[in-house]
């Protein structure tokens, strides 16, 4: 039946309003570094710490949309899981994220359309707790209909 879907992919059949689920990632100068890279935004806020330490934020920070990065990844891998199709996202930046701190992303299914195979969730990551990042994502999720 699964037999498309790798372990852990979670069917719109089998999603529920209320289940959730997260990742864990100390976020370090090299992914800081590699996201510039990748994404080509090299603002010095997140690369040079003499820079970054005369702004608002007195120091370096990740870029928000690494950030953000981390609900794909919850998304993407656990909730739905692979075949999850984006629709939408969106994102408010409460707090900075800095080099060395560990952040959790966490998504929860609020709401969904099983006919349409459309999945809302919140979204949020938070450090120690505390919310750095909140929004909500809607997504196409996998169907076993279509294995």
């Known amino acids: 039946m699964l037999d498309n879907f790798p372990r852990g992919t979670i069917c719109i059949e089998d ?84 080099p060395g701190e560990m952040v959790r992303a966490e998504v929860t299914v609020t709401d969904m359309d099983p006919a349409k195979r459309k999945v809302t969730m919140t979204t949020q990551c938070t450090i120690d707790g505390k919310p750095v990042l909140k929004g909500e994502a809607v997504v196409l999720a996998p169907s076993r209909k279509f294995d």
């Open 15 to 98: 999603i529920e309003i209320g289940m959730s689920r997260h990742l864990t990632k100390i976020v370090t100068d090299r992914d800081i570094e590699l996201f510039a890279e990748v994404s080509t935004d090299r603002n010095p806020v997140h690369l040079d710490d003499d820079y970054a330490q005369d702004t608002i934020f007195e120091g370096r920070i990740a870029h928000g949309m690494l950030t953000a990065g981390l609900i794909s990844a919850v998304i993407g891998e656990q909730l739905p899981g692979h075949g999850t199709v984006y629709l939408g996202q969106t994102l408010k930046f409460m707090a900075p994220v800095r």
